[in-house]
């Protein structure tokens, strides 16, 4: 037999109910524990709950926090395991190695991995490949000899800037080569100036010169020169 019970009323009731088995422990209706077998459903209410296993531990202190590992952390700031609270603060893995460490207070995230990769549908960062390579495009390049739009980089040194087969920067550590193809380039530095606008100029001077009759060295496309001391 089953006595009707409901949380608001203290003690401990246990028994069946139609065949159906039935379990309560009640202090009040902010505390209780209901098992009721007819819905298979258990249903707790605490004002302070803690589970401590040896390897899980569930606690409403403070915040509230959830942390699991053969010593489980007490703290995302030290320990190895996961650990999580409500503050916000998150620990994944071992401090003292590889782990990814979130600090709610600080707003700092800090990822420690002796292999990292991420890959998206627009970057890729591998730690892996060539000492390490970071890629970005709709469809990032592979390698220094990528034909795609974006840019790539590695650890070997090579690096791709490409707009098109007419407008990239290129430059092939394993070849030692350099290339720069562009529609339009400017270098403009305090005493040396190279445009490809007014059909090229080359000039140079502790002035940069932009004509015919200053100090320095100017040379036009057009065939003009002068070299004026």
């Known amino acids: 037999n089953f006595r009707q019970f409901d949380q608001s009323t203290e003690g401990i009731i246990f028994g069946t109910d139609n065949g159906n088995a039935k379990f309560e422990v009640a202090a009040d209706t902010n505390n209780y524990l209901s098992f009721d077998g007819s819905s298979n459903s258990l249903d707790i209410a605490a004002q302070t709950f803690n589970l401590n296993a040896s390897t899980l531990k569930v606690s409403s202190n403070s915040s509230g926090s959830i942390a699991l590992g053969a010593s489980p952390p007490t703290t995302y700031e030290t320990g190895t395991g996961f650990f999580v609270d409500g503050a916000g603060n998150l620990l994944l893995g071992s401090t003292s190695g590889n782990f990814i460490q979130f600090g709610a207070s600080s ?21 892996s490949v060539n000492d390490g390579k970071i890629a970005l495009g709709a469809t990032p390049n592979t390698s220094v000899s990528g034909t795609n739009k974006g840019v790539y980089m590695d650890g070997t040194g090579d690096f791709l800037l490409r707009g098109n087969a007419s407008n990239f920067l290129k430059f092939d550590a394993g070849g030692n080569t350099l290339e720069i193809k562009s529609d339009t380039f400017d270098l403009n530095t305090s005493t040396l100036r190279v445009s490809s606008s007014l059909g090229g100029t080359i000039a140079m001077g502790s002035t940069v010169p932009t004509d015919l009759s200053s100090n320095g060295i100017m040379l036009s496309g057009s065939g003009d020169f002068n070299l004026q001391g």
């Open 107 to 127: 707003g700092a995230l800090t990822i420690k991995s002796q292999v990292f990769s991420l890959f998206t549908s627009t970057i890729v960062i591998d730690s």
